[in-house]
């Protein structure tokens, strides 16, 4: 049994050594003399283009971005006027949100008037030219009514206060 298996690893490694020393005598070449292009035109059919090589040397950027994303082209200076009449044409004026103070009372002496607002559970004392919540300013207060301006667009509401008996 033991001279069988070194009869099998001599002719294995025989087999091989032969395989690499005589590539030649195993294998068939499709072409055996290469033939040299002349310039000169000739009738016979060009043979097909071949793919070009990439570069494949140590500066070649072998993982180098690539997109497959169409890019748009720019629009026109018309394009752009249409675009944008269509926008201001489809957006709404801004609007101030409805008023959430609820007049509570006022206190008029001969100094000062001032009035009392509720907003949920908070109450406020205001005089003209307060800010509450850095959103809403009072403008001007009469007899009748209050006036407020919503800061972030600088819209004026008023709010109804009474008279005065």
Do not use: C
């Not at 559970?121 to 205001?126: G, N």
């Amino acid at each position: 049994m033991n001279t069988r298996r070194v009869m099998g690893w001599t002719a294995f490694f025989a087999v091989a050594g032969a395989l690499a020393w005589y590539p030649d005598l195993f294998m068939q070449q499709d072409d055996p003399a290469p033939v040299q292009a002349s310039r000169a035109p000739s009738s016979a059919p060009a043979a097909p283009a071949q793919a070009p090589l990439r570069d494949l040397s140590p500066g070649a950027d072998l993982f180098a971005a690539q997109t497959w994303a169409v890019v748009a082209p720019a629009p026109t200076a018309e394009q752009l006027a249409a675009l944008q009449q269509q926008q201001q044409q489809a957006a709404p004026a801004p609007t101030a949100p409805a008023m959430p103070f609820q007049f509570i009372g006022r206190l008029d002496d001969n100094r000062d008037l001032q009035v009392f607002l509720q907003n949920g559970e908070k109450l406020y004392v205001v005089r003209k030219g307060d800010v509450i919540d850095d959103t809403w300013r009072i403008e001007s207060i009469n007899d009748k009514a209050l006036s407020l301006v919503y800061l972030p667009l600088h819209l004026t509401q008023t709010l109804s206060v009474g008279s005065n008996p």
